[in-house]
């Protein structure tokens, strides 16, 4: 069983940053591919980006240039560096972890963090 618990979510004016974390229960980097999913009102839950074990990374159009997906194996943390937000970037973003043969929505998910762009 895998646990994960984000947090670093809040409050911020468009143009900001914010950092968000996810601590993992145990050592899964090298097994599980991780990343972070975001759900706004009324939309369904999408894909922001995500890393392999190996170290590959993909991100969602929307949040090229913008967002950097990165790890810390010995924390068993992963991150999701967030600069230039917009409003339409609110929403409660969820950390994710999965075996790379199964699907995301079948793998453990985090409670999630809000994330409030203001304009």
């Known amino acids: 069983q895998v646990q994960l618990v984000e947090s670093g979510g809040g409050l911020v004016q468009a143009g900001g940053s914010l950092r968000l974390s996810c601590a993992a229960s145990?050592?899964?980097?090298?097994?599980?591919?991780v990343g972070w999913y975001r759900q706004a009102p009324g939309k369904q839950r999408e894909l922001v980006a995500d890393i392999t074990s190996g170290g590959s990374t993909n991100y969602a159009d929307s949040v090229k240039g913008r967002f950097t997906i990165s790890r810390d194996n010995a924390k068993n943390t992963m991150y999701l560096q967030m600069n230039s937000l917009k409003p339409e970037d609110t929403a409660v973003f969820y950390c994710?972890?999965?075996?790379?043969?199964?699907?995301?929505?079948?793998?453990?998910w985090g409670q999630g963090t809000q994330v409030t762009v203001s304009s």
């Open positions: 145990g050592s899964i980097f090298d097994r599980y591919v």
């Open positions: 994710n972890a999965h075996r790379p043969s199964q699907a995301a929505l079948f793998g453990y």
